[in-house]
């Protein structure tokens, strides 16, 4: 039996769950058979996915670092997923003790998860609660506690915003752009229709949208403009592993466009 139906009950296997699917591809184990049913149809249809999860998740480091070296030491991470290796507050606290983290998923057993990974941590905290209701997140305690959104704060959709509508993810970003304060920055990735072969950007919204959430592919033109209202930083809003790389060698660098992911960071002036 999985080790998650002894946390979250029979009910949370009628679907696969889009954190989990994500935990699958990113090679974890915190995720049930039927995720791993609907991840392995997806890697049918586009091989690729393996390395879309891989390379978004580099690209997540990567734009820690970097807001670190700004100067942030807070970040809110919504649509966390569960935090396991090469997570915010791992790669945060290595370059900063201090850093303060809030995970925030919807998924009730990527939370609890979660909470396990981080018992022990009090610099770390984790909100289940749904990125469309911004309110919520931002009167939670854990939020109020950890975050001083008086200060610059690192606010974080990484493969999150492709779950939502157009005008939630509107909401969503309108929302946490004018609770932060000037010198924070977001941090944006979203799927892309842009790269792959149309049959199997259709045949992934089909598996999709039998999940918890359906997904929307969008074009770099869309995703950018959820960058509007902040200062895109260099190199703009790119394929993921064209975010200032680390190397030539750098995993997905070569053939870009298969990683199928637009990815950019804004600051708020």
Do not use: C
């Amino acid at each position: 039996m999985d080790h998650a139906l002894e946390v979250a009950g029979d009910a949370l296997l009628e679907k696969p769950s889009v954190a989990r699917m994500y935990d699958y591809f990113l090679g974890g184990y915190h995720n049930f058979a039927v995720d791993r049913l609907a991840a392995q149809q997806v890697i049918g249809i586009y091989p690729d996915v393996m390395l879309m999860a891989r390379t978004n998740r580099a690209f997540l480091r990567r734009a820690v670092t970097t807001l670190l070296e700004q100067g942030v030491e807070q970040f809110l991470d919504l649509g966390s997923g569960i935090p396991t290796v090469g997570s915010v507050h791992e790669v945060a606290q290595q370059l900063e003790r201090d850093a303060r983290v809030v995970y925030v998923d919807i998924d009730p057993v990527a939370v609890q998860h979660s909470e396990a990974i981080l018992q022990g941590q009090p610099d770390v905290a984790v909100v289940q609660a749904d990125i469309r209701e911004p309110e919520y997140i931002l009167g939670h305690a854990a939020v109020t506690r950890l975050i001083d959104f008086s200060k610059p704060v690192g606010v974080l959709l990484v493969a999150v915003i492709h779950f939502v509508d157009d005008a939630a993810a509107r909401q969503v970003v309108d929302a946490f752009r004018d609770a932060i304060a000037p010198g924070s920055y977001l941090v944006l990735s979203h799927v892309t229709y842009e790269g792959p072969p149309p049959e199997a950007v259709e045949q992934a919204q089909r598996i999709y949208a039998n999940s918890t959430n359906p997904i929307i592919f969008r074009s770099h033109a869309h995703i950018e403009s959820f960058l509007g209202g902040f200062e895109i930083v260099e190199p703009g809003v790119v394929y993921v592993p064209q975010w200032r790389p680390q190397g030539p060698n750098m995993l997905g660098l070569a053939q870009p466009e298969r990683t199928a992911f637009f990815a950019g960071v804004g600051r708020k002036l």
